[in-house]
């Protein structure tokens, strides 16, 4: 019998319209033989099954919902939420609360690797090299001096809970450095002001398969731009490299580094991390519990590459979450 997969998509951050596009790859490319899958829209303002252009409201109590005087339940979320309530923790709360099986990370570990200075903070007890950064919350006293005398310029300026590049600034001067702060602000109540390192930057795509922990591919971010911002993610604005052209030397240490990470942070299912080479040592930057997988996306690449198609790689997290 098949089992109903609700798929979660949209959410409460800048990153809605990612997350519909990620939610309608897992959409297309579920293995319909075994499973039935149900677009589930998440907004602040509702929560609906969406069948061609007809909503449906979810029950909020079970998690279930009403079609044509028929109660359908869910057996398992996949949740492809970017940012809140997806990859903070919240909905995976939610679903424990509940008992219903869900991809990905806990709701601890996802609370973690959402917050950039928690994770941070986490692997610098396990040895992990990380940029120096300052961590503020709005309304904190800004001393740029002090900040500059600590941090450097050029410096970037980050929205502490946030992905696809939202709220990331580079500072060249104290001018931008203040009016970058503001910007970031804007995105979020917490923000983090980080080094700048100069080096080659790669994105490791990281899971769990077959019981294994996999590293799929190593990507190396090249762009015209000043850094890999939104632009250069989703909108042409850079070339991506599987692989990475490093030495083998780097390769080894970045994948014992980023399986490292994995296991530490207790991820499950797939991750993306992010780190930039000093010399032959990857410094890290942030890792994502849920990447995207639209069309643009760096890990649904990698694992074809890797010779693993998409349908193998949903069918698989699918398998952990109901084990």
């Known amino acids: 019998m098949k089992k109903n997969v609700a798929i979660l998509m949209g959410g409460y951050s800048s990153e809605y319209q990612i997350s519909l596009k990620s939610g309608q790859v897992v959409y297309d490319n579920l293995d319909y033989k075994l499973y039935k899958p149900f677009k ?10 969406l069948d061609e252009n007809k909503e449906y409201n979810i029950s909020k109590d079970n998690f279930s919902v009403k079609v044509d005087n028929k109660i359908i339940r869910f057996d398992i979320a996949f949740i492809v939420i970017h940012g809140s309530p997806g990859e903070d923790g919240i909905l995976q709360t939610y679903f424990d609360s509940l008992k219903i099986p869900y991809t990905g990370c806990n709701s601890q570990t996802s609370a973690i690797t959402f917050n950039k200075r928690d994770c941070i903070a986490f692997l610098q007890e396990y040895n992990i090299p990380t940029a120096k950064s300052i961590h503020l919350n709005f309304g904190n006293s800004v ?3 002090n900040i500059i005398k600590k941090i450097g310029l050029p410096c970037f300026v980050k929205a502490n809970k946030s992905g696809s590049s939202f709220g990331v600034y580079k500072a060249y001067n104290k001018e931008e450095l203040f009016k970058s702060i503001v910007n970031s602000f804007k995105i979020d109540n917490e923000i983090l002001i980080e080094s700048f390192l100069d080096g080659i930057e790669v994105s ?3 899971m769990n398969y077959k019981n294994n922990i996999e590293v799929f591919g190593i990507t190396e971010l090249v762009t ?8 250069a993610k989703y909108n042409g604005k ?5 692989p990475a052209n490093i030495s083998e030397v780097q390769k080894n240490n970045v994948i014992e580094i980023s399986k490292k990470i994995y296991r530490k942070l207790g991820m499950k299912g797939f991750s993306r ?4 080479f000093v010399g032959n040592t ?12 639209t069309k643009e996306s760096i890990f649904p690449k990698q694992a074809k590459k890797y010779g693993i198609s998409l349908k193998e790689l949903f069918g698989e997290l699918i398998s952990q979450s109901i084990e």
């Not at 589930?40 to 099954?49: F, L, M, P, R």
């Not at 850079?238 to 599987?242: G, Y």
């Open 40 to 49: 589930i829209i998440i907004s602040k303002d509702k929560w609906v099954y």
């Open 238 to 242: 850079s070339k991506e490299i599987t």
């Open 204 to 206: 490791v795509g990281v």
């Open 273 to 276: 991390s992010e780190f930039i």
């Open 224 to 231: 015209d731009n000043d850094f890999f911002d939104y632009e």
């Open 143 to 145: 001393k740029i001096d």
């Open 282 to 293: 990857p410094y890290f930057l942030e890792i994502n519990s849920i990447p995207g997988i």
